[in-house]
């Protein structure tokens, strides 16, 4: 049993990691309906796959593919939302603040865009999921020491690129 082909085996990675990754999912999206639809390509992908994945790294390659579709939505949801006219309603702010506001969020954007992918997962693993190293180490197939390298270059490229943080 060197894969999750089986189905008994693949029945049994869906019960006991399913609610973890759409929950995990549900917080980055805020969304249960997207939420449910990223868990359910990801297992799709871990049948699809089956033959290439052992039972031991499913959960890490369910993990891997809910968060890559995560990515991918929120990417094309900032082309759309960038061309969007979308005016909130914030009236009681002062216009500097908003100003102030809406370039710190640009500078914050371009600087987590400008970081190469693995580090940008890992930084919001930690830093907005609250997920441990190890656990980031286990989702993403890598030693926890890689992890640490990561968000230390992430936070130096960070911090070069936006004052204050």
Not at 110 to 115: R, S, Y
Not at 126 to 139: L, T
Request: aromatic share 10%.
């Amino acid at each position: 049993m060197d894969n999750v082909c089986e189905d008994q085996t693949f029945s049994a990675l869906f019960k006991a990691h399913s609610k973890s990754v759409f929950n995990y999912i549900y917080y980055k999206f805020g969304n249960e309906e997207k939420a449910n639809d990223a868990v359910q390509e990801a297992f799709v992908k871990l049948w699809e796959n089956c033959a290439k994945v052992t039972p031991n790294k499913a959960k890490s390659f369910v993990y891997t593919v809910a968060n890559n579709l995560y990515l991918n939505v929120i990417k094309a949801e900032k082309v759309r939302l960038k061309y969007a006219d979308t005016e909130n309603d914030r009236s009681h702010e002062s216009p500097e603040f908003l100003m102030e506001e809406k370039e710190y969020k640009q500078k914050l954007d371009n600087a987590l865009d400008a970081l190469p992918e693995n580090q940008r997962t890992t930084f919001l693993l930690n830093r907005i999921d609250g997920k441990k190293y190890a656990e980031i180490a286990e989702m993403e197939g890598v030693s926890v020491k890689a992890i640490e390298k990561r968000m230390h270059l992430a936070l130096k490229s960070l911090r070069e690129q936006i004052d204050g943080i």
